[in-house]
């Protein structure tokens, strides 16, 4: 039995699958602007970090994110994301591309999945990310969901890539 441990994924392979998204979001052309009203989301991130969030549309195409969770240790990020389209806008659904970029501040003590011992020793660190993600939501019901990719960069004793990948549902509060 050997003792490997799992790596992360490199800073490469998170910069290769946000491209890949940007490529395959080519039907963005014929898409309208993001046209979201002002208001609150609250709910959960599940995946690589998985907590609680919170979302507040600004009313048109940008809005402020925020986090609490694990992985790696306790962190808490947050960021500014712009609506890059509108992709389908359909009677009871919208789904919106983003772009966005933010920082995180974290305590990794516990959770740290396959970063390990490297962040599992009582460190602070800090870190910034750009998110890209689809945001979809639901008309007739108060309910938002979508997947996110941030890629991003974690600096402590030493420096690292990052890449976050979680589903998040939220509902909607106005």
């Known amino acids: ?3 490997e441990k799992a790596k992360p994924p490199s800073l490469r392979s998170a910069w290769l699958w946000c491209m890949a998204m940007m490529i395959l979001g080519g039907s963005v052309a014929s898409a309208e602007p993001v046209r979201q009203p002002r208001g609150w989301g ?3 991130m599940l995946g690589y970090p998985i907590g609680f969030n ?3 549309w600004l009313g048109g195409p940008n809005a402020l994110d925020v986090a609490v969770g694990g992985g790696p240790g306790f962190r808490v990020h947050g960021d500014f994301d712009w609506g890059l389209a ?3 806008r359909k009677s009871n659904l919208t789904l919106d591309l983003y772009l966005g970029v933010g920082g995180a501040v974290g305590f990794a003590s516990t959770f740290c999945g396959y970063y390990g011992d490297r962040f599992c020793r009582d460190r602070f660190f800090v870190g910034a990310r750009v998110p890209f993600g689809l945001d979809f939501r639901l008309r ?3 309910l938002n969901f979508g997947l996110e990719l941030a890629p991003g960069i ?3 004793n030493y420096v690292e890539g990052l890449f976050d990948v979680f589903v998040f549902v939220r509902f909607l509060i106005f």
């Open 1 to 3: 039995m050997t003792d």
């Open 154 to 156: 974690w600096a402590g």
């Open 54 to 56: 919170a979302k507040y």
């Open 140 to 142: 007739r019901a108060p």
């Open 42 to 44: 609250l709910g959960l």
């Open 86 to 88: 509108e992709v389908v």
